[in-house]
Every structure is written in structure tokens, then in C-alpha cells.
């Protein structure tokens, strides 16, 4: 006999006036933080109540029915109602739609109450930002959705650009083959081949972290903030026909521009057309490039302008701007900081005041007729420009003094007994036989190996430059040096015919990494020198007079920036039988070493950090993998590990971005250990850095 299946029957449902209803104590939601009844009520208001209200009788003491109502579940949607008729937008006697339980049922309020709350399922992501967009191609705007669902349009415009993705990662999103971040990170792209083409690579690893997928999907592209974006701009660039790559969920610095050939032709373009500006001012000839190497004007001769004097209004201006500053300085010295207001208007004015006072400059027409211009793009997206260089066989020589003639520097310097070092120029390394081969990357090997001394050289040339610049900052570690120098020529060397044989011979730094022209410590010394070349007499008899007449502090001053031109601290290998042998490299190195202690120098704040083109991409993966475990740790290390060595490279300057970590070539003694408890500290989150 066929057993029957008992049918289970339904709560009745009807309507009941609002003021028959009041809020029960069996609702199990106590915490009422973070509720935004507010919010529900203004969409209660807008569409009405979606879902009906859990109610049960009241009965009185004998048990019969009183005609009113609890409400165990839904007690939010009470709330909300209940401010409705409080704004007087909903009547008390508005009839609500319950679901009423039977008096006396087995099942308690409190477990309706808790089963509403805990038996419901959150809608899965991917399922809202596919109602999203049907909401949008049914006419409703990004602004109207997300006040309709109460979040700011940027949310919006971000669960929309998720639908960016292609539609096979969609699908491995849905059936959790993959984690929200990682399909975030692929909504940078809108290429669906290029973005299934990076899953297949990633998912073959172990490392699927976004920032990976970030960087995979963005390694042709050019950063916003690039100086060559900054000097263009993104609307030239757009307009042009360029494309802007958007990352709507981090912080992207303006995006990435995903058309480099585009950018690259605009800046030519606007170099070009700066050059022939330039050259109608009347020089003989102007050349251009991104960026020229450090040195480049060594064999140019250097000729003087004068400075544009002020005309009456920008006197006038300046006047203005100085009291202005003084007035506001005067008002907030008592106080701690500057409202942020007045720091901004602060700046505008410091920002004038120095536009007025870099003065340019005006030269002879006819100096100008031999001489010519350097146009560049500086580090910070602006144009360069340098200008009065004189080739030296363009210079007019007198007969009695075509012995003195030559070249000079870029500093107005004269060269002295200067070393050739062509034979170290970019694109060669030195043999140990004292020959040359051109600049090949070591064939990988296991085990850490000796750096290679084309990139040794390059890296104390860094360290070299920065050394210099502290030297002419300390003028008494700059005398204690000079005079220690003085003493061991006196003392322990035979003295030549001359009645002081003391001269500094400024040292070329031919081989350097591209970086290095556009560093904080170039950017110093140049502007030092620029202040102290503004100053100098013409005369000679006038400038010993002058130098005679400056007080302890300025000629102690300028005794350091000239004797910071002789500062060596370079590596170089010697040839076998050379004029100087490997021993007095090694010493020169071991000096250099005191005298970068004595001035506490740190190349982490004169600007150096690693990056695939100084440093990373120039060694073996050993000591890639070594740098990133003394910044970040063993478990960074590891992380990175089984990447090819290019991935390698890239991956590790994003994790030694920020950490402070120099090359064993630039550590100063005394800082080094400081440094070092600093990266390992800084390398014990490891999930942060990985989120950033």
C-alpha cells in the first residue's frame, strides 16, 4: 500500500494596519549599529515594501487574541516603516503585508526570527554586476543605480567595469576557480585574449597574486606619471589618438598609457618644435634627446650671459609677494602648522617668488653665432634647456695664448693632468688583461659571483657623485680632508719644484647608469655651482680680491664644492702593468670608505634605489633573489623564486621599492647595520607589500 506524503500548509498572509503592529522582544537582532534604517526607508519609499513582515497575535491573559501583532522577523523593515510615519509620509493605518503564524505554535519566535536572519544567502558578486548592467542598457544612468541602491557612482562604475572581463574568466570566477582581487586586477585590461593569455601563465604558478597580473597585463604600457606623459600631457595624448589604461579599485597615479609609439612620436614632436624655438633666438646649432649622459658638455667651452634684470612691474610683483609672505609668516608663528589653505597659498607665492628670481639669461649675438643649445627632458617632465656651448675648434684663439687653449667641463673648469678613460666609455667592460669587450651579461651561473666591474664602476660613480655633494656640504670634513692630504705630501712624499703643489683635478665619471644625470645629488651639485659661477669676478686680480674679502663661512664654503670636483671613490680594474696598479684602486676605495663614514653618507637619501636598468637586471638571479631576502625576507625570496630571471628582475624592484636596501658597493660603514635591522623589519610584513 502506497504510503502518502503528508503536505505541509502554509502561514495565511493578509494585510494589517500599521498601528496594530509593534516591534517583538523575540527578535534575536539586538545590535542595532550599522543598520541605515534610514536608507531602507528611503527605499521603502521609492518601491515600496518588498517582502512582507513575520507577525504573530497577541493574546491577552485568558489567551484570546487582543487584535494586534508582534513582529519577531523583520524587524528592520519595522524600523523603517515606523520613520515613514514619523515623517508623515506613511498613514499609521497603512495596511502592511504580514505573514501571520498561528497562536500557539510550536515552532518559538525567536527561531523565526533567527532562520530570517541566518537562512538567507548573499547574492553572489558576480550576480549583482550582471544586474547592474542590465540596469544600465535599460536606460537607467551609473548616478540613478547608485542612488537607487545607496552607494557612491564609484562603486558603480566599478562593478560595471568588472563586466569588462572576459567572459571565460567570468566563468572561472562563478565557479570559484578564482578569488575577487584576481578578477579586479584583470579589469585593468580591456584585451580578452591578453587577459585570458596572463590567467593561462599565472595559473600554471603558484604566485596568482593581483599585483602580478597587474604587472603582466601593464609591462607595454607607459605610467601617467612618466615624464615623458607628464611633459606631453594625457590630453594631447588622447587627442592624438592614445589610449589611458584605468585601474578603478587602487591607486594607479593617473593610469598607464597603452600606446607608447603614440607618446614617444608627441614628444619628439614637442622637443622639435622647443629646439626650433630655440633656434631662432640665434644659435649656431641646438641638438636634442630624451636625456643626455652626465658629462656631456666636458668638451664644450662655456660662455657667459648676464642675467635679465627686472623690469618695474615684476620689482613691483616681487614686493608684493615678499610682504604677502611675511604678513601670513608673521600671523601663524605662534602655531604648530599651517591650516591647509594657508600652506597652499604658500607655496603658490614661494613658487612665484623663485620664478622671478631665476632670472634668464642673455648672451652676445655674436658669442651665439659659434655657440649652441642641449634641449632634454628633465626628470620631472619639463623642458631642459642648456644653453652656450661653444665647440672648441669654433672658439677664436689669440696667438699668444694658443698654448692655454682648451677645453673645458660644464662646471667652466679647466682640465688639469686628466686621466683617458675612454677605454671605460658606455657600452665596454675591462678585460684583467687591460683590453676591452663589449658589455655582456654573464651567462647565469649558480652560487653568488662577482659583480661585473663595468656595473661596479657604475655603481661607485653613483656613490661617487653623492660623496661629492656631502664633501661640499661639510666644508670641515671638506678641510680635514684637504689638509690631511696637504700633510701626507709634505711628510711622507718628495716635494716638487713648485712652491705648493696642491690642485684638485676633477675626476670625469665617463661610465655611469642612466639614472644618475637626473639624481638628487647631480641636481645639488649643478645648482651649487651655478651659485658660486653667478658670483665669480671676471678679472683675476678681482677675484683674489673678492675671495680675500668673503667671510670664514663662504670661503670655507667654496673651498668644500671645489674640492668636492677631486673626490674619488671609483672602481676601476687596472691593467696588469699600468701606471696604477689594482692595490692603489683598493686604497683609494678603503679612503673613500672613511670618508663617506665621516659624513654619515646614505645613498637612500641622496636618491639611489635598485631598478632592472642599474642594477637588478645586470646580476645573476642569485643576487637578485639575495637583495630581496636581506630587504624582505626568505619568504619574499621564495615567492619569486621559480620566475624567469626578466620577471625576476621586475618583480624584485617593485619589492625593493621603498626598502632601503643598497648594493654591498654603496653601504656606508656605521649606516649599513642600521640599514639592515631596518629592511629586516620592513620585510616582516609580507602581506602588505604583496597588497600594495
Request: overall charge negative; glycine content about 6%; hydrophobic content about 40%.
Amino acid at each position: 500500500m502506497a504510503t502518502t506524503i503528508p503536505k505541509i500548509s502554509l502561514s495565511s498572509s493578509r494585510d494589517i494596519p500599521f498601528n496594530r503592529l509593534v516591534l517583538s522582544q523575540s527578535n534575536v537582532r539586538r545590535v542595532k549599529s550599522g543598520l541605515s534604517i534610514e536608507e531602507l526607508a528611503r527605499d521603502i519609499e521609492r518601491r515600496g515594501l518588498l517582502q512582507s513582515l513575520n507577525v504573530r497575535p497577541i493574546l491577552d491573559d485568558a489567551g484570546v487574541e487582543t487584535g494586534s501583532y508582534e513582529v519577531p522577523a523583520g524587524g528592520r523593515r519595522f524600523r523603517a516603516l515606523e520613520l515613514l510615519v514619523k515623517q508623515k509620509k506613511l498613514a499609521k493605518t497603512a495596511p502592511v503585508p504580514c505573514v501571520v503564524r498561528e497562536a500557539g505554535s510550536a515552532i518559538l519566535a525567536e527561531d523565526d526570527s533567527l532562520a530570517e536572519n541566518v537562512q538567507r544567502v548573499a547574492l553572489h558578486p558576480l550576480d549583482q554586476f550582471r544586474a547592474f548592467r542590465d540596469m544600465l542598457e535599460k536606460g537607467m544612468s551609473e548616478e540613478e543605480i547608485a542612488a537607487a541602491f545607496f552607494v557612491a557612482p564609484a562603486v558603480v562604475k566599478q562593478r560595471l567595469r568588472l563586466m569588462t572581463v572576459s567572459d571565460k574568466l567570468l566563468d572561472i570566477y562563478e565557479q570559484d576557480g578564482m578569488k575577487l582581487e584576481q578578477l579586479m586586477a584583470f579589469s585593468i585590461s580591456d584585451d580578452h585574449a591578453r587577459q585570458e593569455q596572463v590567467w593561462d601563465i599565472v595559473s600554471q604558478s603558484h604566485n596568482r597574486e593581483p599585483y602580478v597580473i597587474r604587472r603582466m597585463l601593464t609591462e607595454k604600457t607607459v605610467r601617467a606619471s612618466d615624464a615623458r606623459a607628464r611633459f606631453v600631457g594625457l590630453e594631447a595624448y588622447i587627442v592624438a589618438g592614445g589610449h589611458v589604461m584605468r585601474d578603478l579599485f587602487e591607486a594607479d597615479d593617473g593610469g598607464w598609457l597603452q600606446d607608447p609609439a603614440i607618446l614617444d612620436q608627441l614628444v619628439i614632436e614637442k622637443l622639435h618644435a622647443a629646439a626650433e624655438d630655440i633656434r631662432a633666438e640665434g644659435w649656431k646649432w641646438v641638438e636634442t634627446a630624451l636625456s643626455f649622459p652626465w658629462g656631456h658638455t666636458r668638451q664644450f667651452v662655456e660662455i657667459d650671459g648676464r642675467e635679465v634684470p627686472l623690469t618695474d612691474e615684476e620689482t613691483a610683483r616681487l614686493e608684493v609677494l615678499r610682504a604677502e609672505q611675511q604678513t601670513i609668516e608673521a600671523e601663524y608663528a605662534q602655531a604648530d602648522e599651517y591650516p591647509d589653505e594657508v600652506d597652499a597659498r604658500l607655496g603658490e607665492i614661494e613658487q612665484a617668488i623663485l620664478a622671478l628670481e631665476e632670472r634668464p639669461l642673455a648672451f652676445d649675438p655674436a658669442d651665439m653665432a659659434r655657440a649652441g643649445a642641449f634641449v632634454s627632458l628633465d626628470s620631472d617632465g619639463t623642458l631642459q634647456v642648456e644653453r652656450g656651448f661653444v665647440l672648441p675648434e669654433d672658439m677664436p684663439v689669440e696667438p699668444e695664448e694658443a698654448d692655454d687653449a682648451g677645453s673645458v667641463d660644464e662646471y667652466g673648469h679647466r682640465p688639469h693632468d686628466r686621466h683617458d678613460d675612454d677605454s671605460t666609455g658606455q657600452g665596454y667592460e675591462d678585460r684583467e688583461d687591460g683590453s676591452i669587450s663589449p658589455d655582456i651579461e654573464p651567462e647565469e651561473e649558480d652560487g653568488i659571483k662577482p659583480l661585473p666591474d663595468r656595473l661596479l664602476t657604475e655603481l661607485t660613480a653613483w656613490r661617487t657623485l653623492a660623496l661629492r655633494d656631502a664633501f661640499a656640504s661639510n666644508p670641515h670634513i671638506a678641510l680635514t680632508e684637504f689638509l690631511h692630504t696637504l700633510v701626507r705630501d709634505v711628510y711622507w712624499q718628495t716635494p716638487g719644484a713648485d712652491c705648493l703643489e696642491a690642485y684638485v683635478r676633477e675626476i670625469p665619471l665617463p661610465v655611469h647608469s642612466p639614472d644618475m644625470p637626473g639624481s638628487v645629488p647631480a641636481h645639488a651639485l649643478r645648482q651649487r655651482n651655478e651659485g658660486w659661477k653667478h658670483d665669480l669676478p671676471d678679472d683675476e686680480d678681482a677675484l683674489w680680491r673678492w675671495i680675500d674679502g668673503l667671510d670664514d663661512a663662504s670661503r670655507m664654503a667654496l673651498l668644500a664644492h671645489c674640492l668636492s670636483f677631486g673626490v674619488n671613490a671609483l672602481y676601476e680594474r687596472m691593467p696588469a702593468y699600468g701606471a696604477v696598479s689594482q692595490r692603489s684602486v683598493t686604497e683609494r676605495l678603503r679612503r673613500a670608505d672613511r670618508l663617506a663614514s665621516a659624513l654619515s653618507l646614505d645613498l637612500v637619501e641622496a636618491g639611489w634605489q635598485p631598478t632592472v636598468e642599474n642594477y637588478l637586471g645586470r646580476v645573476t638571479k642569485a643576487r637578485i633573489l639575495q637583495a630581496v631576502r636581506e630587504a624582505r625576507g626568505a619568504e619574499a625570496a621564495e615567492r619569486i623564486a621559480h620566475l624567469k630571471k626578466p620577471d625576476m628582475a621586475r618583480e624584485a624592484e617593485r619589492l625593493l621599492d621603498g626598502s632601503g636596501w643598497l648594493p654591498e658597493a654603496l653601504r656606508t660603514v656605521g649606516l649599513a647595520d642600521q640599514a639592515q635591522a631596518e629592511t629586516v623589519t620592513a620585510g616582516g610584513d609580507m602581506e602588505a607589500i604583496a597588497a600594495e
